[in-house]
Each structure stands twice: as structure tokens, then as C-alpha cells.
């Protein structure tokens, strides 16, 4: 059984002017120390995805469908006090900006210490040493003294160490980080990737990471969810979708990297913008900027405006697309893509 | 031969002609903690009570050709954003020079800065910020333009703004819209429009297209380059995403703390990066192909550059740091034609 699973998740928010459906019938499963990567473009809705797994959605946001079983506990039916158990605990959260995350008035050791006391019977001088520990393991340089500094004396890739410490301190067994690295600059961001990495592998830890940047991404994970419009549309091996991607989609994304071009020449570009959540076209969200949409002759595929496709197995990824099989996998990859 | 003088000759062939810009020794500092109320600090060694400063911007040489597109990268708090506004005029320096075109524009009044901002424009990363929210998008664009050109007819300055949003991909009817009603990246577009409106031949864009997501940044970036070749633009452009240097630059010049360790042209310098910044720099940015890359440890990270800065500003994080880095601050020397490094360590043959 996997650690962590989710079935069927919708995630909605009801609004005076209608409801956005911001995640929509999401499946995925994470193992024990298994390193999993959702990306996708602002507003796909990975962040909201993250966040209903431990119910965390703020009003009106709620999950309306679908399932999260943690351990074989469905956390979607648990109290807020069973919950709370797990939250902080057994799951743990890393978020984009560690200046926001930690609390300005508090010293980093009472921050660590009052997490510590808030989930355990544990004395001040052993919460004390459990912390110290907790830092030498992210390398923090002279731990005793950054007990006693505030967040606003630290920098940004310091600050970023003390959360992932502040994340480990209860030991948890899945870590959750949004965007982890994007307010870092590049030779801290390389820093924070291979901590990330090192601490997974050696403690066993599943390690949910969310991004926008591919590169991030296909560093530190293993498996990879790509979203688009509140729909999972590939999943599969990381490294076979950068190398290999089967949905339109990913393969309009990943071409648009400008590492993807040469110098000085067009990028691939996908046409038009990500539609917003609450009119998300009907039948694939992606078709009316797909280049599949259609058919050879130029008449459009009716089977993209109007059903929801399925995901199906192409290569080695699991991929949304009523066409992939006849297509994608046949067609070879134009010139000017690669 | 005043040491400013030597390097600007080591910087230039001698046959070379006018840069478009030129910049010399150019520095911006800041106050430190303007709000406190003691905002000074006892030096020991001048025994006197100093104002803390940042050196945001600390002896700049640069110059630009026409037809270039030079990306200046660094990270956050490098001075990359203060070069370009002390460049376009929008701060002056403490000390240095700006040449735009062979003449010196650093000291101008408002008033006299007025024709060049016709030849030189800018572009700023967060184009939800710099467009006016109470002007529609054809106000936004034929503001400019009349302002530029006084003696235009009403419909001369409309056909330019109307000219200015098909080149852009802006919907014509559209045009009555006010900016919150856009996208990011339409926005960015609108923000692009803007600063062609008046036909300039120098455009600073800062960072362009870090607010915007990996298929709209795309988009963007054609945009800008197509412009380039339609309108024979010269471009600087600051930015902290190698990747979007690599496709963009003709020239390239890494910033840290205030100063530049290398100018080289961008395939030099992605193919031979000399100056250990650059190398930690190119090392750390995450490629997708290449596997796993030996990443280059840095030690530490970048501290601001509180004055007196003595010896290499790299030194306290660089692995070749020696005694002579940390008294003497590195020139900067050309290596060869238009390539120039501000290292000791490659200067004596270390690295």
C-alpha cells in the first residue's frame, strides 16, 4: 500500500458569480521515500492540490469528491483535532518564502521549540537539543547562536535551511514544498535542491515538490504530475517525460524553455493563454491551443471538444489525451521544436 | 594616464567604433538604514563616525555596440537593476560616466534628458505595476507619442498606437480596455508597445520575463527578439535566468556586489566561463538534459556591500581566494578581443 494516496480529489470553490473548480479528478500515489514533482503554470492549480491534501484550503475552498488516505487513514474524514495530529507531524510543509513562513518575533529556537512542545511531551532542554540537531542536519552554520537570532538577522538561503529543519523536527514522513527554491537566487536554489535530496534519501522521507521551473523539478524528483486547468494531463518518470513527453501540452511546455532553442533563434511557443479555472473550455481544457486539435485534412477533432479524455498509457507515462496512441507516438517531433 | 584611463583602453580595441553607450567607473550608493535614527557607525581606522552605505553599483565599465543584445545576470542585490536605471537616466550616479552615443548624459537635467528618452526606453519586470490603471491601453500608448511629437495630427497619433498594437498581438478592439483586464503576459506585451511607441533605438528592459509563466515567457521573448530585427533595436537586458541569457544575449557581463567580474560575448561565455563566479554561476543553473552536473560549491552567500569594500568583492565565497584577493581589488583585463575578466587568480595563470 502506498503512503500516501488520492483518488478522484475535486477541488472547489464556490463564488457568488459561479464556482471554480480549481482541481479536478485527481489520482496519484506517493510511496515511502519516493520524491514526487507537480509543475505546471500558474493557475493549473498545484498549490490548491497540496494544500486540500492536508485540508489546508481557505474558505470557501473545499473538497468536494474524491479521497486522501494517508497510511490508510482517509484524512478527508477526519476532526480538525485528529487532523492536527498528522499536520506538522506525520506531513510537513515547506513554502515559497521563508521570510513569511517564520514568525518576525520569534527567536528561531522558540519557533522550533514550540512546535516541538506543541506535538510532544518533551521538556524544554531536550526540545533545545532535538532543534540543535534538527540544524546541524541541514548544515546550518553555529546552530547555538541562530537559536537566538530572530528571522530578519538570517538570509534568504539561510532562513530556507531553518524551515526545512523546522519541517524535519517531528520527523515526518511526507514533506510537501511549494516552490521551494523560486525566491532563492541560482547557487543557494543549487544548495537547497541537493539538501532536499540528501535528507529525503537518507531519512526515507516521500517528498512532494511543487513547481513552475522544470529544471527544479527534474533535479530533485523522481516522478513527475504534470497539471493544466485543475487536470492531471502526464504522469509518469521524470526524467521520460523531460526527455520524451507524450501530451501536447508537456511537449509545448517543455519546448518553450528557452534551453530548448538555439541561440538566437524563435522559441515554440503555445499559443494563447492558460484558460482561468472557472471557464475552463469543455472536453480537453487544452484543446483550443493544442496543435493536434485538428485533423490532417484542418477539420477539427470532435472528440477533443467534447469528452474529457482518459488517461492512457503512452511510453512510460500515464497521459491525458484522446489521441495520443494514433498521434503523437507516431507523428515524429517537427523540426522546428527541437 | 589616469588608472580610468588605462582601463578604458584595455577595454576597447582601438579600432572599434562609437559604442552606442559607453559607461565609465560609474558607481551608485546607497544609505544604509535612512530611517534610524543613528544611522552612522564608528569606524576604527579613520576614527571618525561614518554614514553605513551600500555600494550598490561600484566602478561599472561597459559598453554597448548598436545591434547588441547584452544581458547583464546576477543574483538578487548584485546592482543589476541600479546599473540599468542609472544608465536610463532614472538615478544619478555618485561618481562615473554615461556616454549615450558619444555624448555624456549623467549630469543632464530632466529637461535636456528629454530627446533622448525618445532614442532610449525601458521596459520593467512587473507590468502589472507599470502600466497606469486608469488609462486605457490606446491612452497608455498615444501618451508617449504626443508627448514626443507635439506637432502630430489626433489621427496620426492614432494610427501609430493602432500600428503599435497589431505589432505587439494586442486585439485592436481591445483598445478602449484598461490594464487590469489583461493578462500578465498581454500586459507585458502593452508594456513593450508602450516603449516602441516613440521608435527608440535603445531599449532597457529589467527582467522582462521573470513575472511571467515558461510558455507566455516564450511568447515575450519572441516578441522582443523579432522587434529587434524589425527595428534594428539595441538592447540591455538585466536578468537573473541564464537559460533566457543563453538565447537572448549577443554579449554578456556578470555582476556581483556592485561590480562586473566578465563581459565576454555569450557564446564565449557559455563555452568558457574564466571568472570562478561565472563558473559557480553557469554550474549551478539547473539544465534539463544533461543528467546530473557537478555542481560548483559555493561557500557561504552574498553579503551586501557595506562600505569600505577592500579586495575582490568574490573573495569571502571563492575558492581560489588568496592574500592578494583580499587586499587588492582586482582591474578588470581583457583576455582577448572584447572578453574582459576582474580576476587575480586568472590573471597569474591560477585557474
Not at chain 1, 522558540?110 to 534538527?134: F, G, N, T, W, Y
Not at chain 2, 534610524?36 to 557607525?41: G, K, S
Request: some cysteine; overall charge positive.
Amino acid at each position: 500500500m502506498a503512503l500516501l494516496e488520492v483518488e478522484h480529489l475535486d477541488v472547489r470553490f464556490p463564488l457568488r458569480h459561479g464556482e471554480i473548480r480549481a482541481v479536478r479528478d485527481v489520482s496519484f500515489a506517493l510511496d515511502r521515500g519516493e520524491r514526487l514533482g507537480i509543475v505546471g503554470e500558474s493557475g493549473a492549480g498545484k498549490s490548491v492540490l497540496a494544500f486540500s491534501l492536508l485540508r489546508l484550503l481557505s474558505r470557501p475552498g473545499r473538497i468536494a469528491r474524491g479521497r486522501v488516505r494517508f497510511e490508510g487513514h482517509e484524512l478527508t474524514r477526519l476532526s480538525d483535532r485528529q487532523l492536527r495530529r498528522i499536520r506538522g507531524n506525520r506531513v510537513a510543509m515547506i513554502f515559497q518564502d521563508p521570510l513569511t513562513t517564520l514568525n518576525p518575533v520569534l527567536t528561531i529556537g522558540q519557533q522550533m521549540i514550540e512546535s516541538l512542545k506543541a506535538h510532544r511531551r518533551i521538556s524544554s532542554r531536550r526540545a533545545r537539543s532535538v532543534a540543535l540537531q534538527k540544524l546541524r542536519q541541514v548544515q546550518v552554520s553555529s546552530p547555538e547562536q541562530r537559536l537566538a537570532q530572530y528571522p530578519h538577522q538570517l538570509s534568504g538561503g539561510l532562513c530556507q535551511r531553518i524551515v526545512i529543519a523546522i519541517a524535519l523536527l517531528l520527523d515526518p514522513d511526507i514533506i510537501i514544498a511549494d516552490e521551494p527554491t523560486t525566491a532563492l537566487d541560482v547557487t543557494i536554489q543549487a544548495e537547497i535542491i541537493a539538501l532536499l535530496k540528501h535528507l529525503c534519501e537518507k531519512h526515507n522521507v516521500g517528498l512532494i515538490v511543487i513547481s513552475h521551473d522544470l529544471g527544479v523539478i527534474g533535479r530533485l524528483t523522481q516522478r513527475l504530475l504534470v497539471m493544466y486547468a485543475g487536470r492531471i494531463v502526464e504522469q509518469g518518470p521524470t526524467r521520460a517525460i523531460i526527455n520524451d513527453a507524450q501530451h501536447p501540452y508537456t511537449q509545448g511546455l517543455i519546448n518553450a524553455l528557452p534551453q530548448m532553442a538555439l541561440p538566437r533563434q524563435p522559441l515554440a511557443q503555445i499559443p494563447g493563454n492558460m484558460p482561468s479555472l472557472s471557464q475552463v473550455p469543455a472536453g480537453c481544457a487544452f484543446h483550443p491551443r493544442c496543435r493536434y486539435r485538428l485533423t490532417p485534412q484542418g477539420q477539427p477533432r470532435r472528440d477533443c471538444s467534447e469528452r474529457v479524455p482518459e488517461a492512457v498509457v503512452s511510453g512510460e507515462s500515464q497521459v491525458a489525451c484522446h489521441w495520443v496512441r494514433e498521434l503523437i507516438a507516431t507523428l515524429p517531433i517537427e523540426e522546428e521544436t527541437i | 594616464m589616469t588608472p580610468a584611463d588605462s582601463l578604458q583602453t584595455l577595454g576597447r580595441a582601438a579600432d572599434a567604433p562609437t559604442p552606442l553607450l559607453r559607461v565609465e567607473g560609474l558607481s551608485k550608493r546607497f544609505a544604509l538604514h535612512p530611517e534610524r535614527l543613528l544611522p552612522w557607525r564608528f569606524d576604527k581606522r579613520s576614527r571618525a563616525w561614518r554614514r553605513q552605505r551600500i555600494h550598490a553599483v561600484n566602478g561599472v565599465d561597459l559598453e554597448i555596440q548598436r545591434g547588441d543584445a547584452l544581458c547583464v545576470v546576477g543574483e538578487s542585490g548584485c546592482g543589476k537593476s541600479t546599473l540599468a536605471r542609472l544608465i536610463a537616466g532614472l538615478l544619478s550616479p555618485c561618481s562615473g560616466e554615461v556616454h549615450y552615443d558619444g555624448q555624456r548624459v549623467d549630469h543632464l537635467t530632466a529637461n535636456q534628458w528629454r530627446p533622448y528618452r525618445r532614442r532610449l526606453q525601458m521596459i520593467f519586470q512587473n507590468p502589472f505595476a507599470s502600466l497606469n490603471p486608469r488609462l486605457t491601453v490606446r491612452q497608455t500608448l498615444e501618451e508617449p507619442i504626443r508627448l514626443h511629437h507635439t506637432d502630430w495630427s489626433r489621427a496620426r497619433v492614432r494610427d501609430g498606437a493602432d500600428a503599435l498594437m497589431a505589432d505587439v498581438g494586442i486585439d485592436l478592439g481591445w483598445s478602449e480596455r484598461f490594464a487590469h483586464e489583461f493578462s500578465g503576459g498581454q500586459r507585458q506585451r502593452i508594456a513593450i508597445a508602450r516603449a516602441l511607441s516613440v521608435n527608440p533605438e535603445f531599449i532597457i528592459a529589467d527582467e522582462p520575463v521573470s513575472a511571467l509563466d515558461v510558455s507566455v515567457q516564450a511568447q515575450i521573448l519572441n516578441l522582443l527578439m523579432d522587434a529587434q530585427a524589425e527595428r534594428r533595436l539595441t538592447y540591455l537586458l538585466i536578468t537573473h535566468d541564464l537559460a533566457v541569457v543563453e538565447h537572448f544575449a549577443t554579449r554578456v557581463a556578470v555582476m556581483y556586489l556592485g561590480t562586473i567580474c566578465e563581459l565576454a560575448d555569450a557564446d564565449t561565455l557559455f563555452a568558457n566561463p574564466r571568472h570562478p563566479y561565472s563558473r559557480a554561476l553557469l554550474a549551478a543553473s539547473p539544465r534539463l538534459r544533461d543528467g546530473q552536473v557537478q555542481t560548483m560549491r559555493l561557500n557561504g552567500e552574498t553579503s551586501m556591500p557595506i562600505e569600505p569594500p577592500s579586495g575582490c568583492v568574490f573573495r569571502a565565497r571563492c575558492p581560489h581566494a588568496n592574500s592578494r584577493c583580499q587586499r587588492e581589488r582586482p582591474s578588470p583585463r581583457t583576455l582577448a578581443e572584447g572578453h574582459r575578466i576582474a580576476c587575480h587568480a586568472v590573471e597569474e595563470g591560477r585557474i
